[in-house]
C-alpha cells in the first residue's frame, strides 16, 4: 500500500505564520510537529515512509526533505507547476505503477488534523480493503457536525454493508460547496457526509477512470510516464505537466464514475482552514483560551482567544473572542469568526507590493 | 522667571513603552518628540532654558540630559528618593532662591499634552503676572469636559476681576478626586475646575507656606540649604531628603493656604494618564483610528482603535475599540476603555519576577 501526500497548498488563510515559503503544511500551529509531519506519523504505522510519496512544488521541496527525514528524497515528487488534484494524483500513480507494477494509494491532503488518529487508521485499512477487491474509487466522508458551507459534500446511498467492521455506502452524488440553505438540508438528511479530500483506490484504477472523463489529461500523463526515468525526465514533466488540464478530481472524475464508495468517519476531523478552525480544535483553559509559543503570555479578563505567539510577551486585557499572532515580522490581531478575512490582509500585501511579508 | 518641571513619575500605565528606566515623559508617544521635550518647547517662549530646572530621579537623569540638550546639565536636580510634590517644590526653591535671592517658579507636570500652546503660554503669563505682586499661591484650573473621577478638583468663588485678559477666581476649595456622584455635582455647578498640577508662586512664597503648614518638612529643608553648593550637598541631600514627608503639595498646602487662586483654561490640557487618554488626544482616520510608529498598518474593517507599532508590520481585521501596543520584546492588545487595568499586567510581571519587562 502507498500513501499520496498533496502537498502542493499555499495557505494564505493562515498569514501571517504561512507564507509563499511556508504553506500551512510546513507549520507547527497545531502541535509541536508540522502539520504533515503529523500526517505522516498518523499513517505511518499503516504504510512504511519508504512507500509514503508526497506530492509538492519546487519551492517547498527543500523544506519538505528537512521536515521528513524517514520519507526518501527520491519520493518528493515535484510538480512544475500546481495543476489541481487530478494532475497531481495522476503523476502520483504514474510513479507507483513505475515502482510496483500497481498498488492501492491512500491519497491525503497534506495539511488536515485528526483527533483520533487510532479511528482514523482503523477507517483508511477498511476502506483500502474495499480498494483492493476491484474497480473501487473509495472515499472518506466526515460525519457533519453542521450545516457548513466550505465543504464539499458526499452523498450516500443505502448502505452495501460493512468491511472490517467500517459501514461503506455508494455514493449517489458528490456536491460541491452548497449554500446555507442546501448545507442544512443535506445535514437534515443524515445522508450527507463532508467529502474529506482522502482517497482510497488502485493506481490502475484511477488511471483508467481519468482515461475515461479525462482523455486530454490521461493522454499527457502517458506522454510523462514515457519519460520517467529517462534523462528526459525533467524536461517533459516540465513542458506536459504545464500543459495538463487543472481540475479537481471531484469534479473532473468522481462526480462521474460509476463505483465510488464512501466510509462514514467520526475521527475528529478538522481540514484546519483558518484560525478560527485552530482555535475550534485547540485545547483551551478555563476560560476558552488557547495560547502557544515560547514567551510569557498574560491574560487580564480575557476569554476565548487563540493566542500563537512567539518569544515575545504577550498581554491581553479585557479582549474577547480575538486571534492573536505574532511572527519575526508582523502581527495579526483578527476577532474571532472573522479570520477568513485574514485573506484580504494578504491581498492588501500583494497590492501594495510588500513582497517581504507574504 | 524659572520654570520647574517635576519629571518624578514611573508611568506604568502606559506599558510596555514605558518602563522603570523609561517612564511616560520620556516617550514620544504623543509626537515625535518626548512628552517632557514638548513640555520644555512649550514653556521655552515664556522662559529660557537656562532657568529651567528639571526635579528627577538618579535613574533618569543621564536620559534627560540626552533629550534637554539645551537645559544646563546642571539644572538636572537629583532626588535620591520621590517624596511626593511638596518636597519636590521645597527643593526646587531652594535653588532657584540659591540662583536668584527670589524669583517666580512655573511649577509644570513632566508629562501632560496640551493642544494649544498659545493660549497656555498667556495662561501662564497672566498667572506669573498674578504671583509677582504678593503672596499669592496660583493654580491653573482646567474646564471640566465631563465628571471625571481621576482629577482633583479646585472650587473657584466668584471672579476676582482679570488679570493679563484672564480671569482669576479665588479658591474657596480643594478637592481630591471624587466619587462619579461628586464629579457629577461638581461639573453641573460650573464653579469647579480640573486641578491641573501646574501652580506658580515666588520662591519664597511657597517656602514660607511650607513653613506655616509643614514644618518639619520646611526644616529638612532648611538643613539642606545649609549645605547647597558646599561639599556636603550631596550626603545632606541623601540623608535628609530621605527624612522628609511624603505628602502632596495639593494636601500639604494648598488645601490650607490663604491666599490660593485659580486662573480657569482651556488649552486642549490632557494628563495623557493612559492609553485610553491617548486615544482621546490622537489624531484619527475617518474610522477613528489612530496609529503610529515606523511599520506598515494594514486595517480590515477596524474601528476607533489605536495602533502604536515599532518596525513590525501589524495586521487588525475585525476589530473595534482596541489598543494595539508594540514593542521590541513585548505587545499589549487591550480593550479601549479598560487601559486602566494595563496597571495589572505589570503587577502580574512583578509577580511573576519578570523583571525584564519592567
Not at 140 to 152: E, M, S, V
Not at 343 to 358: F, H
Request: charged content about 25%; glycine content about 8%; hydrophobic content about 40%.
Amino acid at each position: 500500500m502507498h500513501a499520496v501526500i498533496m502537498a502542493g497548498g499555499r495557505g494564505t488563510r493562515f498569514w501571517p505564520r504561512s507564507r509563499e515559503k511556508k504553506p500551512k503544511h510546513l507549520l507547527d500551529i497545531v502541535s509541536s510537529r508540522t502539520i504533515i509531519q503529523e500526517t505522516v506519523d498518523r499513517i505511518k504505522p499503516l504504510i512504511d515512509p519508504k512507500n509514503i510519496l508526497v506530492v509538492t512544488g519546487r519551492k517547498h521541496a527543500r523544506e519538505l526533505i528537512r521536515q521528513l527525514p524517514e520519507v526518501p528524497a527520491k519520493n518528493i515528487i515535484i510538480e512544475p507547476v500546481g495543476r489541481n488534484t487530478a494532475a497531481c494524483i495522476g503523476l502520483a500513480a504514474l510513479h507507483i505503477q513505475r515502482k510496483t507494477k500497481d498498488d492501492v494509494m491512500v491519497v491525503l491532503p497534506s495539511d488536515h488534523a485528526i483527533g483520533n488518529p487510532d479511528k482514523y487508521r482503523a477507517v483508511i485499512s477498511a476502506a483500502a480493503r474495499a480498494a483492493e477487491r476491484g474497480n473501487a474509487l473509495v472515499t472518506i466522508g466526515i460525519q457533519p457536525d453542521g450545516p457548513h458551507t466550505g465543504f464539499g459534500y458526499l452523498e450516500g446511498s443505502n448502505s452495501t454493508g460493512k468491511i472490517a467492521g467500517q459501514e461503506i455506502l455508494r455514493v449517489k452524488s458528490i456536491r460541491e460547496k452548497p449554500d446555507v440553505r442546501k448545507a442544512k438540508a443535506f445535514v437534515k438528511s443524515g445522508n450527507f457526509f463532508w467529502n474529506s479530500g482522502m482517497f482510497i483506490w488502485k493506481a490502475s484504477v484511477i488511471l483508467n477512470e481519468i482515461k475515461c472523463y479525462l482523455p486530454d489529461l490521461h493522454a499527457g500523463l502517458m506522454t510523462i510516464r514515457e519519460a520517467l526515468g529517462k534523462t528526459s525526465e525533467a524536461k517533459t514533466v516540465e513542458k506536459i505537466y504545464r500543459q495538463l488540464a487543472s481540475i479537481s478530481i471531484d469534479y473532473g472524475v468522481m462526480e462521474k464514475a460509476k463505483d465510488v464508495f464512501v466510509l462514514p468517519a467520526e475521527f475528529g476531523w478538522s481540514d484546519v482552514g483558518s484560525w478560527d478552525a485552530l482555535w475550534d480544535i485547540s485545547a483551551k483553559d478555563a476560560k476558552g483560551n488557547a495560547s502557544s509559543g515560547g514567551g510569557e503570555i498574560i491574560l487580564e479578563d480575557t476569554e476565548n482567544s487563540l493566542i500563537c505567539g512567539t518569544n515575545k510577551l504577550i498581554a491581553l486585557v479585557g479582549m474577547k473572542d480575538v486571534i492573536v499572532v505574532d511572527t519575526k515580522d508582523a502581527i495579526l490581531i483578527c476577532k474571532r469568526g472573522q479570520s477568513q478575512d485574514v485573506k484580504k490582509v494578504v491581498d492588501a500585501l500583494e497590492a501594495k507590493k510588500l513582497k517581504q511579508y507574504l
